[in-house]
């Protein structure tokens, strides 16, 4: 009676654990931009218009089955991170990067891009919607060093223009260099010991500004900042006559150091190093 028992207890079980609804399979989290896998021949395109080499750092964001990421490490030595929110596709990454033999150049994480923290990448590569690009724009000129190379598939930064456009396969790609900051007031002294004062404003890379030099103001003409360089021109009254003079230099923080260059015959480049007063800086992260 006992055994009768349990054999009916038993097939009772199995059949609630057989008869049982299947665990329905979990969902992919709510999505800012659809899974769109690039072509290889775009991501090799991405590639080679943001320079990567072996010593770059690339972050994809939004990075899908991990493509682009692996790529860079197979073809270029490059090292690479590339966040996304859909579990499976952070699965399909890690594997297909075991695949290619790059697990120690790789990694994938499933997190949201917004909350990364890309301060150390030194490019970036999006595939993402017009409306995230802005509202991610702020993050990258506010967290990516100066110099940053950025290339967006597709869509653009609104009103930051791209460096370059190409376009591949259809679809336009998008080149940008994280500018440095610039704005506020520098100051420093000609070799005559003379206060010169530079102001300067800034909406992305595109810079405005004037230099006072005692009495005088003068208006910047040519001006260019890719990056952390910075050019411009002056024309001013020297010794009664006018002048243009081209200045170079290096940004770094609150410090420029370059070079001015006459315009006058014969005439050899001198160093500038300005410094800025912090006081005067404004955000160009918008």
Request: glycine share 10%; charged share 20%; aromatic share 6%.
């Amino acid at each position: 009676m006992n055994i009768l028992l349990r054999l009916i207890l038993s097939t009772m079980l199995w059949a609630s654990v057989l008869c049982s609804p299947p665990e329905a399979p979990a969902k992919d989290p709510a999505l800012d931009v659809p899974y769109e896998p690039t072509s290889q021949g775009i991501a090799k395109e991405m590639l080679e218009m943001a320079g990567v080499t072996s010593k770059d750092l690339l972050y994809d964001l939004g990075c899908g089955d991990g493509r682009i990421v692996i790529m860079a490490a197979k073809e270029r030595g490059t090292t690479g991170m590339g966040v996304d929110l859909v579990p499976r596709r952070i699965s399909e990454s890690r594997e297909n990067a075991k695949a290619a033999g790059v697990t120690h150049l790789v990694r994938f994480f499933e997190q949201n891009l917004f909350d990364t923290d890309i301060r150390k990448a030194t490019v970036v590569i999006l595939y993402l919607y017009p409306d995230v690009n802005l509202r991610l724009r702020p993050k990258l000129l506010g967290d990516l060093d100066p110099g940053t190379r950025i290339v967006s598939h597709s869509h653009t930064m609104g009103e930051w223009e791209d460096d370059a456009t190409k376009r591949v396969e259809g679809h336009d790609l998008h080149f940008f260099v994280v500018p440095a900051n610039v704005t506020g007031t520098w100051r420093w002294a000609d070799p005559e010991g003379q206060i010169i004062s530079l102001s300067l404003t800034q909406k992305f890379q595109r810079v405005m500004g004037s230099m006072t030099v005692g009495p005088e103001t003068y208006s910047l003409t040519d001006c260019s900042l890719r990056g952390g360089t910075l050019l411009f021109t002056v024309e001013r009254t020297v010794q009664g006559s006018k002048q243009v003079f081209s200045f170079k230099g290096r940004v770094s923080g609150n410090m420029i150091t370059g070079e001015i260059t006459p315009g006058g015959p014969g005439q050899g480049a001198n160093r500038w190093q300005a410094t800025r007063d912090p006081s005067t800086i404004v955000s160009i992260a918008e």
